[in-house]
């Protein structure tokens, strides 16, 4: 009876734990590029805190783009765990999404469960997904 519970526990416990570890393989489908040439910065952020601070992602891509409508960018081994993305066209290569003097981007951006509130940026909550050890492909539409 020991063994049988001991054995129980042991596997639960492994089980919890490669849960913990699971990895994903995600595909980022970004559209509405207009045929635009510049780089895509694509940022992977795990709280408020973090969330669009350049230097604080958890993952970031750097993609080329010129003449295309859209493009998917390669995600592999994403740790379980819950995430926002925030997404720019740098179009004139400063490396930064610039702002008009009133704080409106003058650079198409898009986030991750394609939230676009009016006089704002989206937050952390709002473009939040969970990542749980599932391949997916999310589809962000820039703005």
């Given at each position: ?135 997916k492909t999310l589809i962000i539409k820039l703005?």
């Amino acid at each position: 009876m020991t063994r049988k519970l001991f054995t129980l526990s042991f596997a639960c416990l492994f089980f919890t734990a490669s849960s913990a570890f699971a990895q994903a393989q995600y595909k980022i489908k970004v559209t509405n590029l207009d045929n635009k040439a510049g780089k895509l910065y694509i940022g992977w952020y795990t709280d408020q805190e973090t969330f669009m601070k350049p230097r604080k992602t958890a993952l970031v891509k750097i993609v080329p783009v010129k003449d295309q409508s859209e493009i998917t960018v390669d995600f592999d081994k994403v740790p379980s765990g819950t995430y926002a993305i925030s997404t720019f066209l740098d179009e004139n290569g400063n490396e930064d999404l610039d702002l008009s003097v009133v704080g409106k981007p003058k650079e198409k951006y898009g986030f991750s469960n394609n939230v676009t509130p009016a006089m704002r940026p989206a937050d952390f909550k709002e473009a939040a997904f969970e990542v749980n050890g599932e391949n997916k492909t999310l589809i962000i539409k820039l703005k």
